[in-house]
């Protein structure tokens, strides 16, 4: 400052005003500014000179309402050290708005450099480079904290007020796989599967005195049957399967995205279900992963009036940045009107069901009843022969292959598909059994102290620490406790408690693999496995998992197939890189099934996660009246299972499922179906509608049932419900019938003991809704 040699003639008060003004413009023209005020078209934020959001508000909406709480501050960027368990929230930060570059220093030294980019809907923001990173595993986007109390995404990590007074959502989104939904402390990536309490509306449900918000509670049952898991019908018993959203003792929502170096050795306690007994947790060396980190990674950050946030936010951002954008029909598979149940056989029997699909308006056929489809690389996906020689398809006429009877259904616009077991190697397939790859995810690794001959059953080892937990933390299964030496399976039940340790309960050649002479000094690999019930299988490392997420996409090429129901979809948690290993799993899928042509694969699965919200289409997990009863009309008549999982899908902007149901039988109705649809439409579900050939021609009202599905499904299909008829749709104590007017008008008739009452006309939407 010495240089500055400035006289002024003017009274006292102004010089300083004008001094400082000079003084401020001097200090920030080359140093930037400390505090940052940013908007999009509906969303505006401060970020303070610590680096912390301040202020987040609606600014399309008078008067402005302020969304951030004035007692937590959002740290805009934390770093994460996974050995002391330690987050560090920035101190200091300095904007250029030139480069567009934030600049967070941190009390551990660290500087990180943010690029902000606003676009018309969101803010883009990437982490460009860190400074002084050692020791730090992870950095994390949050908690970005709101004053919302409705509904909270835990999925994709928005908090959503849906009340008409203030109908606004702000949320995140990742714009790279390595980027995650939750938090740095996430152990393998993969959020507790458990219930939170939380009232979306504490006026209508107030919480009885001894709950209060946040509070956890474990799943019902034994921690083994999946359908006894839904347990509480209570609305304010909220399911979680993620931690992207949490909320506070208040009942505030926050969001957090994480990304973290996989890079480096690490070891986590794992278990998708922590808190039962039967799913205690497993401890796993988790594979390394050169060349995959957190530099680079970046968030979409948004606001908007939530009753646009899907089709005009979330949908802007995903075409923006080139996230996953699955379409059927030419409509992304997230826009209601895409909305579509699927048919799903039964009795094996296979004559009428492309008819019966087609009349319906359906777009895909589940062959359900084949039974599992196991992974095996060595049919090169052919899963009838070479020749397509194998013929299990069922028809009077003749049995079909499954290409042969993809292109039948090809005919009629309609795909066909099946249900693997996802990432399971199955015994006696090319990667599991007699010739086990050496490409496969292990718990633990450790050394053979003394050389074995192939009948010998004393295994010493160098390590006792972790080799007597049994098998995978799904069930302990202990048959699929087995460790790998060589291109040798052995199976074993614990270890002995005092040097020389050794392994016990030894049988050698597991799985028809064959005892071999292995050498002291070779590596003891403890294998991780699956579970029991026909799921049974091993896990394969990271680069056989692409492989088999590629298989997939040779099946659908080869055969003909669009469409997978992923049974044991949380098995690719199990290699402990959780979600990143979901989303790297369906982008080598889809990157695959793209290169050779393949254009739609529409996939449900066992689970929904951040992972796979962008690829999976439909999440109709289960069935029957655990999901939805038409008889009592409610959301799990047996358990809450439908109502939990319609108020987790319906919170993260996906469609709500409804399970395996519905079948037509002989005592089905036409009223049942009406209902069905109505409830469908309104809530905005999709279904797999169980087609008995045998069941379906008993029933007398069948043709009326098929002319009532495709009237609702055409009308859908054409956007003509109103957001705030949709409402009234969804309300199960009311009956509803709609008749087609021509291919552009319905009339939807509110009916009352058994009258119409006057007719409300529906028009398509010309628009496309978007």
């Avoid at 393998?188 to 939170?196: E, G, L, R, S, T």
């Avoid at 009107?337 to 056929?365: C, H, M, Q």
């Avoid at 077991?421 to 450790?446: E, F, H, V, W």
């Avoid at 109505?678 to 021609?697: A, F, I, P, R």
């Amino acid at each position: 400052m010495k240089n500055m040699n400035i006289q002024y003639n003017y009274p006292g008060n102004f010089k300083r005003i004008v001094f400082l003004v000079l003084l401020v413009t001097y200090l920030f023209s080359g140093q930037g500014y400390a505090q940052v005020n940013l908007s999009t078209d509906y969303f505006r934020i401060h970020i303070n000179e610590k680096g912390f959001i301040t202020s987040m508000k609606n600014i399309r909406k008078t008067p402005v309402r302020e969304f951030s709480p004035t007692d937590k501050p959002s740290p805009l960027l934390c770093l994460y050290n996974g050995n002391e368990k330690k987050y560090y929230e920035p101190q200091k930060a300095t904007y250029s708005k030139g480069t567009g570059i934030l600049s967070l220093n941190y009390a551990n030294g660290s500087v990180a450099r943010v690029k902000i980019e606003t676009n018309t809907k969101y803010f883009k923001l990437t982490l460009k480079s860190l400074t002084n990173r050692q020791g730090i595993e992870d950095v994390q986007w949050g908690f970005y904290y709101t004053n919302i109390t409705n509904l909270l995404g835990e999925i994709i990590g928005v908090a959503r007020d849906t009340s008409e007074a203030v109908n606004y959502a702000i949320g995140m989104l990742a714009l790279n796989d390595n980027t995650l939904g939750g938090t740095s402390e996430t152990i393998a990536d993969a959020a507790p599967f458990q219930y939170i309490i939380h009232s979306p509306d504490s006026q209508r449900y107030p919480l009885p005195e001894n709950l209060h918000e946040g509070q956890v509670f474990t799943l019902g049952g034994d921690g083994v049957s999946d359908v006894a898991f839904y347990a509480h019908k209570e609305p304010y018993y909220r399911i979680m399967y993620g931690n992207a959203a949490q909320v506070d003792k208040k009942g505030r929502i926050s969001i957090a995205y994480h990304s973290r170096d996989r890079s480096i050795k690490r070891e986590v306690y794992f278990s998708l279900i922590p808190n039962m007994a039967a799913n205690t947790p497993n401890h796993i060396e988790v594979q390394p992963l050169p060349g995959v980190d957190y530099i680079g990674s970046s968030i979409a950050l948004w606001g908007s009036p939530d009753s646009i946030a899907l089709m005009h936010v979330i949908r802007n951002i995903v075409r923006s940045e080139g996230l996953p954008y699955p379409t059927i029909g030419g409509k992304w598979v997230k826009d209601p009107a895409a909305f579509v149940p699927d048919a799903i056989t039964s009795g094996g029997l296979y004559d009428s069901i492309i008819p019966y699909t087609t009349r319906l308006g359906f777009k895909t056929i589940s062959l359900y009843d084949q039974g599992f489809l196991r992974p095996d690389r060595g049919n090169e996906g052919y899963l009838d022969g070479k020749n397509f020689e194998k013929k299990p398809l069922n028809l009077t006429a003749g049995n079909k292959s499954h290409k042969e009877f993809s292109e039948m259904a090809a005919k009629q616009g309609i795909t066909i598909g099946r249900t693997p077991i996802t990432n399971s190697l199955a015994p006696g397939t090319m990667d599991a059994s007699p010739y086990p790859s050496d490409s496969l995810c292990y718990q633990q690794k450790r050394v053979l102290v003394k050389s074995l001959g192939p009948t010998d059953t004393i295994i010493l080892v160098d390590d006792p620490n972790h080799l007597e937990e049994i098998a995978s933390w799904e069930g302990h299964c202990a048959d699929l406790n087995m460790i790998k030496i060589g291109k040798e399976l052995i199976h074993y039940l614990g270890v002995s408690e005092k040097a020389p340790y050794r392994l016990l309960n030894v049988k050698r050649g597991y799985w028809k693999t064959t005892p071999a002479a292995h050498n002291a000094g070779d590596a003891i690999y403890k294998l991780q496995v699956t579970i029991n019930y026909g799921y049974d299988g091993l896990i394969p490392n990271m680069q056989l998992q692409d492989k088999i997420a590629e298989y997939y996409a040779d099946v659908c090429h080869i055969n003909g197939l669009g469409y997978y129901d992923f049974d044991g979809q949380e098995f690719l948690f199990n290699n402990g890189h959780g979600y990143y290993s979901t989303k790297r799993f369906f982008h080598h899928m889809f990157q695959r099934a793209a290169k050779l042509g393949v254009p739609y694969i529409r996939f449900t699965g066992a689970t929904l996660s951040e992972g796979s919200w962008h690829y999976q289409s439909i999440w109709n997990v289960g069935g029957g009246k655990n999901l939805y009863d038409v008889d009592t009309r409610e959301w799990g008549s047996t358990t809450s299972q439908g109502k939990d999982l319609r108020d987790v899908t319906y919170a993260n902007f996906f469609p709500v499922g409804m399970g395996g149901n519905f079948p037509i039988k002989a005592s089905s109705t036409v009223e049942q179906y009406e209902h069905i649809q109505s409830v469908s439409v309104g809530v905005g579900t999709t279904y797999s509608l169980q087609l008995n050939q045998k069941d379906v021609e008993s029933c007398p009202q069948k043709d009326a049932i098929f002319e009532v599905i495709r009237t609702w499904e055409n009308a859908r299909a054409a956007n003509a419900f109103s957001r705030s008829l949709k409402k009234e749709l969804a309300d199960p104590a009311k009956s509803w019938r709609l008749q087609q007017v021509d291919n552009n008008n319905w009339k939807l008739y509110p009916m009352l003991n058994g009258e119409k009452g006057a007719a409300i006309v529906l028009t398509r939407d010309i628009t496309g809704g978007y």
